[in-house]
């Protein structure tokens, strides 16, 4: 593409060009008029002062035999000839006739008819540049003859010629010249507007930050102050729109539900993090294909039917097989319309209520085993107590006997509502600990000490090895102690008589561990993941049986939760079970 600078200068020199030539013919045949006007008033000068001459020296035959020829030939250049009426040649100085004597004879007779007209003088043109210039000479009031002058007008041509030398060297220096000036005068403005011009292109092609020289006040200044206003604009403009486009782009990418848009040909358009991870797909399988070629769900592509027909907002609950597992989606769509009604397509966005329905059918659970597990004592009681007003209170041993069971069970039926207790205050969110150095193998001692008659009872050993005599954590010493007396205690229920439970405790540099190990009915590994729930229990007769209230190891994670710390379970069927305790030596 050809500059702005050199169509400029182009046209410049070209129209420079055209009027030098113009003045350069102009001036040239302006010279040459003046030099051939000049020419001829000397040439006719001089022939009618030789007339005049001769006739004042008395006529032509007078003239020419005094001999006064040869005093007019050192006067002039030009070549001198006396003819009579008749055009016949009296005297001839021969200066220039040698060199073409046919043609001067030629134009001396048509000076011969001239006077034969009447025409006493003037000028007559030959051929190759001659000019005649001829004068009556009278005698006695009649002609006698005329005097000529001739001479080529070579001297002119040679002029003329220098002339055009003159002109022309001056116009090639002018051009020269001028064409230096222009091209610096084209340089000075169309710099700024070249600039302008690129700085325009950089941002019809989006780069804001493109900007062009402001020199100055004239239009070509206010053309680049507008220009770089301009830009700044659209580089606000650009900015904000990055900006939002950003962080609109990362709440989608980052937002925890699931996002799936749609145009309004059915060509899935965008997706984001949360929905490739939920359905365990890529990009390079969703974008820019039909949907119902994609997604293999009947229940989704129907959502997405009917909100293309409906052209309605849709929200419903579906359950959706994932690989080995089952997710329940809430699924919200709606289409998108723009401005002037312009369908544009539909986005849908799909919830993950899975764990929101775990924690629904945990709450459910939670209430049926409450209910049970208040139920069976409550029972107990009224049975017993009915079955004594009924008669049995005279016979002392069934009294004795119906007392002791009534009893067993409000303990039990207490124990269950302390431990309901503890475990609600324990998930309340302001609980707070009391946090204090608490050493870790004091309360194990003292734990064994409270059961050990339970121990005995079943005949069980209970051995405690301990790496050192103070370990110290930070925590509460009540909930600690209760952490244990639940793990001890649950060892001591599904362990078999003339079994054995060990505790081993021990330290590192940032935790004590504390591992209750026994060898009794052990846990199946598919039990495993459920045995921290509320109520669950892995053996529900023998667990029964033995008074546990199925709270034990909820109450524990939660403790060891709020003081930041873990357990871990090991379990083989047959063999026994491990609990391992970690407790941090400092929390806060």
Same mark, same amino acid.
């Given at each position: 593409m050809t500059k702005f600078k050199t169509k400029l200068l182009v046209a410049i020199i070209s129209l420079i060009i055209i009027v030098l030539l113009a003045e350069g013919l102009l001036l040239g045949q302006v010279f040459k008029n003046y030099y051939v006007h000049t020419f001829n008033e000397r040439i006719e000068r001089e022939t009618n002062f030789i007339a005049n001459y001769i006739q004042e020296h008395g006529g032509v035959s007078e003239f020419i035999h005094q001999g006064k020829t040869e005093d007019l030939a050192n006067l002039h250049d030009d070549n001198f000839t006396i003819i009579n009426n008749d055009g016949l040649i009296l005297y001839d100085d021969n200066v220039n006739r040698n060199s073409h004597p046919e043609r001067h004879k030629d134009m001396l007779r048509s000076i011969a008819k001239r006077l034969e007209s009447g025409k006493q003088s003037g000028i007559v043109e030959g051929p190759k540049g001659l000019q005649y210039y001829y004068q009556t000479i009278q005698k006695g009031g009649a002609i006698e003859g005329a005097a000529v002058l001739s001479n080529e007008i070579e001297a002119i041509d040679q002029v003329n010629s220098q002339i055009w030398w003159i002109l022309t060297i001056s116009l090639i220096a002018s051009l020269c010249i001028i064409t230096m000036?222009?091209?610096?005068?084209?340089?000075?403005?169309?710099?700024? %507007?070249?600039?302008?011009?690129?700085?325009?292109?950089?941002?019809?092609?989006?780069?804001?930050?493109?900007?062009?020289?402001?020199?100055?006040?004239?239009?070509?200044?206010?053309?680049? $102050?507008? =220009?770089?206003?301009?830009?700044?604009?659209? /580089?606000?403009?650009?900015?904000?729109?990055?900006?939002?486009?950003?962080? *609109?782009?990362?709440?989608?990418?980052? %937002?925890?539900?699931?996002? *799936? /848009?749609?145009?309004? @040909?059915?060509?899935?358009? +965008?997706?984001?993090?949360?929905? @490739? /991870?939920?359905?365990?797909?890529?990009?390079?399988?969703?974008?820019?294909?039909?949907?119902?070629?994609?997604?293999?769900?009947?229940?989704?592509?129907?959502?997405?039917?009917?909100?293309? +027909?409906?052209? @309605?907002?849709?929200?419903?609950?579906?359950?959706?097989?994932?690989?080995?597992?089952? $997710?329940?989606?809430?699924?919200?769509?709606?289409?998108?319309?723009?401005?002037?009604?312009?369908?544009?397509?539909?986005?849908?966005?799909?919830?993950? %209520?899975?764990?929101?329905?775990? =924690?629904?059918?945990?709450?459910?659970?939670?209430?049926?085993?409450?209910?049970?597990?208040?139920?069976?004592?409550?029972?107990?009681?009224?049975?017993?107590?009915?079955?004594?007003?009924?008669?049995?209170? $005279?016979?002392?041993?069934?009294?004795?006997?119906?007392? @002791?069971?009534?009893?067993?069970?409000?303990?039990?039926?207490?124990? *269950?509502?302390?431990?309901?207790?503890?475990?609600?205050?324990?998930?309340?969110?302001?609980?707070?600990?009391?946090?204090?150095?608490?050493?870790?193998?004091?309360i194990l001692e003292e734990s064994m000490a409270m059961l050990c008659g339970k121990a005995e009872e079943k005949n069980i050993t209970l051995i405690l090895e301990s790496k050192s005599p103070s370990l110290w954590v930070e925590g509460e010493a009540n909930r600690i102690k209760q952490i244990f007396i639940n793990l001890i205690t649950n060892a001591l229920n599904y362990t078999s008589s003339e079994g054995e439970v060990k505790i081993e405790a021990s330290e590192d540099a940032d935790n004590v561990r504390v591992a209750v190990q026994d060898n009794g009915i052990g846990i199946e590994s598919k039990e495993l993941p459920r045995i921290f729930e509320r109520f669950y229990r892995v053996d529900k007769a023998r667990s029964r049986d033995s008074g546990g209230t199925g709270l034990g190891l909820a109450i524990v994670k939660h403790i060891l939760e709020v003081h930041k710390g873990r357990i871990t379970v090991e379990s083989s069927p047959g063999k026994g079970t491990t609990f391992t305790v970690f407790l941090k030596k400092h929390i806060r």
């Open positions: 000036f222009a091209s610096k005068i084209a340089s000075r403005y169309s710099r700024p %507007i070249e600039a302008a011009a690129t700085t325009a292109i950089e941002l019809a092609e989006g780069n804001y930050r493109a900007r062009t020289y402001e020199r100055s006040s004239d239009e070509i200044g206010i053309l680049s $102050k507008s =220009l770089n206003i301009l830009a700044r604009n659209l /580089q606000e403009m650009q900015i904000a729109r990055d900006l939002h486009q950003d962080r *609109l782009e990362t709440l989608i990418e980052n %937002i925890g539900s699931g996002v *799936l /848009q749609i145009d309004h @040909k059915g060509h899935i358009t +965008m997706t984001n993090l949360a929905y @490739k /991870q939920q359905f365990n797909m890529e990009d390079t399988e969703l974008l820019y294909k039909v949907y119902y070629e994609v997604i293999p769900y009947a229940e989704i592509i129907a959502i997405i039917e009917e909100i293309f +027909m409906t052209e @309605k907002s849709i929200k419903r609950q579906v359950l959706i097989p994932l690989s080995i597992e089952r $997710k329940h989606f809430e699924v919200y769509g709606a289409p998108i319309i723009v401005k002037n009604d312009e369908w544009k397509g539909i986005i849908i966005v799909f919830h993950d %209520i899975t764990e929101l329905k775990k =924690l629904e059918q945990m709450r459910k659970d939670f209430v049926a085993n409450v209910s049970h597990e208040l139920k069976t004592p409550i029972t107990s009681i009224k049975g017993f107590s009915e079955t004594l007003l009924d008669g049995a209170l $005279k016979d002392e041993q069934a009294l004795y006997d119906f007392l @002791k069971i009534i009893l067993s069970e409000s303990d039990r039926l207490q124990e *269950l509502i302390q431990e309901l207790l503890d475990l609600s205050k324990i998930e309340q969110q302001d609980f707070v600990l009391q946090i204090d150095s608490v050493n870790v193998s004091t």
